[in-house]
């Protein structure tokens, strides 16, 4: 049993956002847990003044319907950290009640796509958590998870592959080619969007593979501070 598991099974419970002995996430905590207020844009899930079916932002992207459930505020961030680190596996199913309590499901026959970890990465970290959550997340809704993409920005460059492989590999750091087929209709599942460049680059290689319709949900939405990249957004993987 891996260490992180062996502590969740040897450690009393307490919540994973304050300490409070008790349940994996205490009443108040989940009490504090906001929903990302609407009005949406209906393609990528951005809060709008008005609700509009494309923003300036995602405009002639590739991903339609896109949500987020929580506001990345009060104890969310605390609870996914406490996922992602490993510190707290457990906390997937509840997240994923979270989200399903937020987000309506999607058509049925949708399959569900975690975004993939490289493969350093999840040696190191030894499990995905967008795959956890993603799991979760298929039981409530009664739908398949499927794992057909890869990440592959992480190894060697893309300089001296095989052109065929340069082009699929060209809108960014993921492909079809992980140990699924590509499913015809699929939502990538991941725990938050920050610039949506990951969900974008995987939506790519979703079609490229040959999917019709993907849309995505993602446990909360961290926004970017002004002036950076990438800030108030957790360290990506
Ligand atoms: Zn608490
Ligand atoms: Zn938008």
Known sequence: M??????DVLLPPACAA???P???????CL???VPLPPPWCGGCGAPVPIAVERCGECRGRVIAGARQALAYAGPVPALVTALKDGRRRGLAPVLADLVAATVDPPPPGTVLVPVPLGARRARERGFNQSLLIARSLADRWGLAVAQPLRRV?????QRGAPLRERSRQASGAFAAGGRDAVPERAWLVDDVRTTGATLADCARALRAGGTRDVGAVCVSRAERARGTTDAAAPVRR
Do not use: F, H, N
Request: aromatic share 0%.
């Open 31 to 33: 009490d504090a847990v």
């Open 153 to 157: 920005r992480e190894g060697p460059s």
């Open 18 to 20: 304050c300490g409070l």
């Open 22 to 28: 008790g349940a994996a996430v205490c009443a108040s």
């Open 2 to 7: 891996p260490i992180a598991s062996l502590l």
